[in-house]
Each structure stands twice: as structure tokens, then as C-alpha cells.
């Protein structure tokens, strides 16, 4: 028997990400990026978009075949695939909408790939807003409402062990990434990583993947 709230949550947030996926290609920097080193992945936004995206796929599938034995399997995954895809949205809903209100010139890039003379802000990208927040508003908020109503909290030993060694894991894997691809390309994915010596990127990783914890811990504790 289908439980019809977390499925219609589901096909309604698996919809919204999928037209963000399909509409990436519109952007007008995406032929650029497309021909660099690592594509589209070498941004967090599209890691986590794919990483909600597949979240949410698994539990569509729980939703159809709730009775199939063999989805137990996929309920462990889906749920140690949460711990790090909802800490990972917020991250991104966060930081990139604090820097595009207050600092739009570290997340967005210049219609004009050149330095612009001092004091003046150069014409900057804007994503349409229907993708804006298909990208960066959707993940977040369909993973923490599926968290909320329809998951359990995460217990002590997903707190403090497997948690933090997964964020770790994954905050050092990206941060690897980045660099690598950046190493051929030249630039980083992001302005603000671009215009940071290698110290001041080390420190950005870093309270990232501290910040990703921190949600956690946080997220968990509104957990009813």
C-alpha cells in the first residue's frame, strides 16, 4: 500500500531537481565549463544537487515497492546517503545565498571574463530565478522536510562517528578535486576560491566541512 505524503514529496522535489538538471545547459557559462576539467562537478551546487537528486530517487523507489524485501538494502543507503547529502544542501543553500545577497561578486561570474578597473563591479551572471532556486533552495528544503516528517533522527554513534568521518571524507575528497581540476584549468570553480592564495582555500575547506557538521548536529536537534 503507497504512503501518499512522502510520495508526493518525493515526485514533486525529484521534478524540481530534474529541471535544474535539464536546464544547466542554458546557462551562458556552460559551454565554457562543460570544456573544462571536471565539468559541472567541479561545483559543491551540483554535487549536492546530484547527491539530493539520487536521495530522492532511492525513496521514490521505497515508496512504489514498500513491501519488496530486497529495499531494505536501499533504506540503509538512502539513509546513510542523507547524513551527508542534507548537511551538504544546507551548506550550499547557505553560503551561496549569504554571499549572493551581501558579496555577489565571490559566487558569480562576470558576463566579462576580465579585470575590471578599480572600483567598478563588473556586470555579473545571474542565473534566472526559477533555476536559482531549483539549484540552490530545492535540495535543501525537500531533504529537510522529508528528514523532518517522514525519518528518524540520527542517533548517537551517526553523530559523532559515522557522520563526521563521512563529512571528513567528503570535505577532503572535494577539496583534492577542486585542486586538481583547477590545476588544469587555471581557475577554481568559484571566485572566492580563485581570488585565495592556497592557505586561504585550505581555511575555506575547512570551516565548510566544520559548518557541514555543525548542521548536522543542529538539523538533528529540530528533529521533533
Not at 557559462?29 to 551546487?45: V, W
Not at 519488496?68 to 544542501?89: D, G, H, N, Y
Not at 567528503?170 to 584549468?185: F, P
Request: with cysteine; charged share 10%.
Amino acid at each position: 500500500m503507497w504512503t501518499i505524503p512522502p510520495l508526493v514529496l518525493h515526485a514533486v522535489a525529484a521534478s524540481i531537481m530534474g529541471f535544474a538538471w535539464s536546464r544547466i545547459g542554458t546557462l551562458p557559462y556552460d559551454a565554457m565549463i562543460s570544456q573544462q576539467k571536471g565539468g559541472q562537478l567541479q561545483f559543491l551546487t551540483i554535487q549536492a544537487l546530484v547527491g539530493a537528486w539520487l536521495y530522492t530517487g532511492l525513496s521514490l523507489v521505497v515508496d512504489l515497492f514498500p513491501s519488496v524485501p530486497l529495499l531494505e538494502l536501499v533504506r540503509v543507503v538512502k539513509r546513510m546517503l542523507l547524513m551527508v547529502t542534507l548537511p551538504l544542501a544546507f551548506v550550499v543553500t547557505t553560503i551561496y545565498w549569504s554571499l549572493y545577497i551581501f558579496c555577489p561578486t565571490l559566487i558569480l561570474r562576470p558576463e566579462i571574463d576580465e579585470p575590471t578597473p578599480p572600483g567598478v563591479v563588473p556586470k555579473l551572471i545571474r542565473p534566472p530565478l526559477e533555476l536559482d532556486f531549483a539549484m540552490h533552495l530545492a535540495p535543501f528544503i525537500s531533504l529537510f522536510i522529508d528528514f523532518l516528517v517522514f525519518e528518524r533522527k540520527f542517533n548517537h554513534i551517526h553523530l559523532n562517528s559515522f557522520g563526521p568521518a563521512a563529512l571528513l571524507f567528503y570535505g577532503i575528497s572535494y577539496a583534492c578535486w577542486v585542486e586538481y581540476c583547477a590545476s588544469h584549468n587555471g581557475v577554481f570553480p568559484y571566485p572566492f576560491l580563485t581570488l585565495n592564495p592556497f592557505r586561504g582555500r585550505a581555511i575555506v575547506y575547512t570551516c565548510v566541512t566544520a559548518l557541514a557538521f555543525g548542521s548536522l548536529q543542529l538539523l538533528n536537534r529540530l528533529h521533533p
